[in-house]
């Protein structure tokens, strides 16, 4: 009799803890993302189900803050001809409330939009995992909304950037860091096309790997940027250039291989600082 009441008391404690487990399951349970032109404007866990093909409009907005978006391994592409939309596209909603908290987790791809990612407004979120192919002007860009206000302290980690126009371009944002990207251009890179691009302030570009561009990474007009332990080789024209702008810091990067491999348009180079990067050529005042 004890040891039946030991099975069912057992019993009842594994039905209880499955009890538990599929409820915890069920409040995870992300909502599939079927089609094109889909706005998230609640918050939540979101999954794209199956790949997309979107020939017009943006594939997929965001207007919402604590979203969870995963790709799950789908690609999501765009028209043609050029491509006038955004393939994820994260900024505000009918309220002009900025959008904080968003994630988009990769793996997946995202290939042939004006911009494969584009952030407007958006505040501490991330992009992390993706895959940027052949995007017309860039793999992922960050703006400022459309009354002004910047976007800041997003991440961007771990992307694939590859054949887009520019891979990634900070012209909105500051506070943000690009972390551990690969960006690439494997076709015409004599030609055309940027790595990283940063035009705001007080972002953080830390070991990322730049190839194959015309400009490796480039700075322009953004002030305090810190340009920490990149890999950037075999850029046709410039490995890592600062165009205009003060305050910024290039230390510890390996730049080879590159028509010049370090430059600063500021002859005497004070205002920068350069520092402990390995490199052949350079502008002269850069040790």
Same mark, same amino acid.
């Given at each position: 009799?004890?040891?039946?009441?030991?099975?069912?008391?057992?019993?009842?404690?594994?039905?209880?803890?499955?009890?538990?487990?599929?409820?915890?399951?069920?409040?995870?349970?992300?909502?599939?993302?079927?089609?094109?032109?889909?706005?998230?404007?609640?918050?939540?866990?979101?999954?794209?189900?199956?790949?997309?093909?979107?020939?017009?409009?943006?594939?997929?907005?965001?207007?919402?803050?604590?979203?969870?978006?995963?790709?799950?391994?789908?690609?999501?592409? +765009?028209?043609?001809?050029?491509? =006038? !939309?955004? @393939?994820?596209?994260? $900024?505000? *909603?009918?309220?002009? &409330?900025?959008?904080?908290?968003?994630?988009?987790?990769?793996?997946?791809?995202?290939?042939?939009?004006?911009?494969?990612?584009?952030?407007?407004?958006?505040?501490?979120?991330?992009?992390?995992?993706?895959?940027?192919?052949?995007?017309?002007?860039?793999?992922?860009?960050?703006?400022?909304?459309?009354?002004?206000?910047?976007?800041?302290?997003?991440?961007?980690?771990?992307?694939?950037?590859?054949?887009?126009?520019?891979?990634?371009?900070?012209?909105?944002?500051?506070?943000?860091?690009?972390? +551990?990207?690969?960006?690439?251009? =494997? !076709?015409? @890179?004599?030609?055309? $096309?940027? *790595?990283?691009?940063? &035009?705001?302030?007080?972002?953080?570009?830390?070991?990322?790997?730049?190839?194959?561009?015309?400009?490796?990474?480039?700075?322009?007009?953004?002030?305090?940027?810190?340009?920490?332990?990149?890999?950037?080789?075999?850029?046709?024209?410039?490995?890592?250039?600062?165009?205009?702008?003060?305050?910024?810091?290039?230390?510890?990067?390996?730049?080879?291989?590159?028509?010049?491999?370090?430059?600063?348009?500021?002859?005497?180079?004070?205002?920068?600082?350069?520092?402990?990067?390995?490199?052949?050529?350079?502008?002269?005042?850069?040790?």
């Amino acid at each position: 009799m004890e040891s039946v009441k030991r099975d069912i008391m057992l019993t009842l404690a594994l039905l209880a803890s499955l009890a538990s487990l599929s409820a915890a399951q069920s409040a995870y349970t992300a909502t599939p993302i079927t089609s094109c032109g889909k706005v998230i404007s609640a918050p939540g866990d979101y999954v794209l189900a199956n790949d997309l093909t979107c020939v017009s409009g943006d594939a997929i907005r965001i207007t919402a803050s604590n979203v969870t978006l995963r790709l799950a391994g789908h690609t999501i592409a +765009g028209g043609c001809c050029p491509p =006038t !939309a955004d @393939g994820i596209q994260v $900024g505000p *909603g009918p309220n002009l &409330e900025q959008p904080h908290d968003v994630k988009i987790i990769g793996p997946g791809r995202i290939t042939s939009f004006l911009f494969g990612v584009h952030f407007l407004g958006a505040l501490s979120s991330q992009v992390t995992g993706l895959t940027l192919l052949d995007n017309h002007d860039a793999g992922i860009k960050v703006d400022a909304d459309s009354v002004g206000r910047q976007s800041s302290r997003n991440l961007f980690s771990a992307n694939v950037a590859t054949d887009n126009g520019i891979g990634l371009w900070d012209v909105g944002g500051h506070f943000d860091r690009y972390v +551990g990207n690969a960006v690439s251009q =494997t !076709a015409n @890179g004599n030609l055309g $096309g940027f *790595g990283i691009t940063i &035009e705001t302030d007080e972002n953080i570009v830390h070991g990322n790997q730049v190839s194959g561009h015309f400009l490796g990474i480039l700075l322009q007009g953004g002030n305090r940027n810190s340009i920490l332990a990149n890999l950037v080789t075999d850029n046709f024209q410039l490995g890592i250039v600062i165009a205009s702008g003060s305050g910024n810091v290039v230390h510890a990067n390996s730049a080879v291989r590159n028509g010049t491999d370090l430059a600063d348009a500021d002859a005497t180079c004070t205002l920068n600082s350069w520092k402990s990067n390995a490199f052949t050529t350079a502008t002269p005042c850069i040790q």
